[in-house]
């Protein structure tokens, strides 16, 4: 007696076909719970239109705010500060500070025109100047405590520099919320 090998039922591939539909179920499963994720961990957009729709739900008038241009942000040097830093004996910092402040820009969209070198020929903007004056008090004094509460240690540490400038940014735009200022430069930095 010839024994006969047994026939195969349709749709059933053997041990590769379990394989490959093991492979696409997981890739199924992976996919959706990948999209999933991702779905859920991305912040959803808001987009905010102003319409006027009619009864019919036509637009008969699509309103979008117009923002203002953004100026580029105008330098004020504020002047040299020489200051007792919070150590113990006598250790100074000597600096020259310039602020970044925003500025609105023209509603021609021209550049302002520049004021000329006036004030020890520091070059600054004589319209930033006239808007600043009256703050000047208040921001030095700002400036000089800021600083002299700086370590050496804090200073000299990589980065210091930069989060002395953000402390100086922060506390600036406290005092003065009315102008926005957006940069510190030190253009000297010297301890002693």
Do not use: C
Request: glycine fraction near 10%; proline fraction near 6%.
């Amino acid at each position: 007696m010839a024994s006969k090998s047994p026939k195969k039922a349709p749709g059933d591939g053997g041990p590769n076909m379990k394989v490959l539909l093991a492979a696409m179920g997981i890739a199924v499963i992976s996919s959706v719970s990948s999209f999933v994720a991702i779905r859920f961990a991305m912040p959803k957009q808001v987009i905010i239109e102003k319409h006027i729709v009619t009864e019919k739900g036509k637009i008969v008038e699509d309103k979008h705010e117009e923002k203002k241009p953004e100026a580029a942000p105008e330098a004020y040097p504020i002047g040299e500060f020489i200051v007792n830093l919070s150590e113990p004996g006598r250790r100074y910092l000597k600096t020259s500070v310039t602020l970044l402040v925003a500025g609105e820009a023209p509603a021609d969209g021209k550049k302002k025109a520049e004021g000329g070198h006036e004030g020890g020929g520091d070059g600054a903007n004589a319209a930033i100047k006239a808007e600043m004056a009256p703050y000047e008090a208040l921001y030095k004094d700002t400036i000089i405590t800021t600083l002299s509460r700086q370590t050496i240690a804090r200073l000299q540490a990589p980065g210091g520099w930069a989060m002395v400038k953000d402390e100086l940014k922060v506390a600036l735009n406290r005092a003065v919320p009315d102008k926005k200022v957006v940069g510190v430069l030190f253009t000297d930095f010297i301890i002693q």
